[in-house]
């Protein structure tokens, strides 16, 4: 049994840092929901595929049996997006219990360590913990705005939620089993969730970033306080804070520290941002995400006199450390201020902006800044439709009477 280790940032820790925080993790739990029910319950929830019967349908737009994403009003209603809220995207069918089995047994095969390990989920329990507020975000979130409508879920700003996650720090991991060997310049996760009759090279879900995110990493088995449900990665999933969604590999069964990236087809040649009609591996990788913001309220309209604007804002891997909204389309700028806790940099902070409005339509936009760098006004065109960013896309267009 691996020697368990003290970790700063424990959950216990982490959540006594603020009773609001606590509170907000609590009811946006599942609580009242069994790991099985969860993700299996035939409830009365039409439109919902019966695998995610427990989300709540009111909040959410269906893109397909694969894809569903949270409605915009839905997404800044508390500070951590509640489960039954959280968006969907999936490239390998959800695992059953059946196939899951005990979860406690869940393996995790570790290798490129001078010590490899095999370690149940058990085991990573009395490894180390660590608990992590972060923004969890599809790579294609924003595709919705793309004129050239890029193939894939038209996800508008939906397919992302702000999660706390428990888990077994993946540094605390290395350090187990030795430290990573030379030359190692990658960490490479690959997901159990393959069916076998399918080829590796094109279906493994497996996924390569650079070796220095690690050190922010876990392999969680929680979150929002409760076991992950299976069609959001339980009973295992890597968190790799900062970066896009589909590095955040779900069901993984394998960590391997590695000198090159993977060869499979979700890494050398799909999630690659590549110019409109072409593709390649020589591309930039859906890795870390781009400072970004969005309004979540009002959407369509409002009551002349004061109106308070509000949204959300995240800085990628850095702090988001500013924001600002216009309310004529970018041509005049004004601070808002963030509201509700800091919960650390790879989490999104709520926005406010007070102001009084005539009767009117205006166009409301907002801009964060996070390690020197703010929004783009423009999207930048990509042929699949990644890591849109652009304020202006973003914005939203009030009738105030």
């Keep these: 049994m691996p020697k368990k280790q003290n970790i700063n940032s424990s959950r216990r820790n982490f959540l006594a840092g603020s009773a609001t925080v606590a509170g907000a993790a609590a009811a946006a739990s599942v609580m009242p929901i069994s790991i099985a029910n969860a993700n299996h319950t035939a409830a009365d929830a039409k439109g919902l595929p019966s695998w995610t019967s427990w989300k709540k349908r009111s909040a959410l737009i269906i893109h397909s049996d694969k894809g569903m994403e949270t409605h915009r009003d839905a997404i800044g209603e508390s500070v951590i997006t509640p489960l039954r809220h959280v968006y969907i995207r999936n490239n390998m069918p959800t695992m059953s219990d059946a196939q899951i089995g005990n979860r406690n047994n869940w393996k995790l095969t570790v290798e490129g360590v001078k010590n490899p390990k095999t370690y149940t989920l058990a085991q990573l329990k009395q490894l180390a913990q660590k608990t992590e507020a972060t923004v969890l975000q599809c790579s294609g979130n924003g595709r919705g705005f793309f004129a050239h409508k890029p193939r894939g879920s038209q996800w508008e700003t939906g397919a992302a939620a702000n999660l706390i996650w428990t888990g077994c720090p993946v540094s605390a991991i290395v350090k187990d089993c030795g430290g990573v060997v030379s030359g190692a310049k990658f960490m490479t996760s690959a997901g159990a969730d393959m069916p076998k009759q399918l080829d590796p090279m094109k279906a493994l879900v497996e996924r390569s970033v650079p070796i220095k995110a ?10 929002n306080g409760v076991a992950i449900p299976n069609s959001h990665g339980g009973p295992l999933r890597m968190i790799t804070p900062g970066y896009f969604g589909i590095n955040n590999v779900k069901h993984i069964g394998k960590l391997a520290f590695t000198a090159k990236e993977s060869s499979v087809k979700y890494m050398k ?80 902070r709520r926005f406010v902006f007070e102001t009084k409005l005539k009767p009117g339509t205006y166009k409301i936009v907002s801009k964060a800044s996070a390690g020197g760098k703010s929004q783009p006004k423009l999207r930048m065109e990509n042929r699949r439709g990644y890591a849109h960013n652009g304020w202006l896309d973003h914005g939203v267009d009030v009738t105030v009477s």
């Excluded at 400072?291 to 006199?305: E, H, M, Q, R």
Aim: hydrophobic share 35%; net charge positive; glycine share 12%.
């Design 269 to 348: 040649s799909s999630y690659r941002i590549s110019p409109i009609g072409k593709k390649g591996s020589q591309y930039p990788s859906c890795w870390e995400m781009p400072v970004k913001s969005w309004i979540t309220s009002p959407l369509k309209s409002a009551k002349s006199g004061n109106v308070v604007v509000s949204g959300v804002a995240m800085g990628g891997t850095r702090k988001a450390s500013s924001i600002k909204v216009s309310v004529d389309g970018g041509k005049s700028w004004k601070s808002a201020k963030f509201t509700g806790p800091d919960m650390g940099k790879f989490a999104w």
């Design 214 to 223: 690690h050190k922010d990493s876990l392999v969680a088995w929680e979150v």
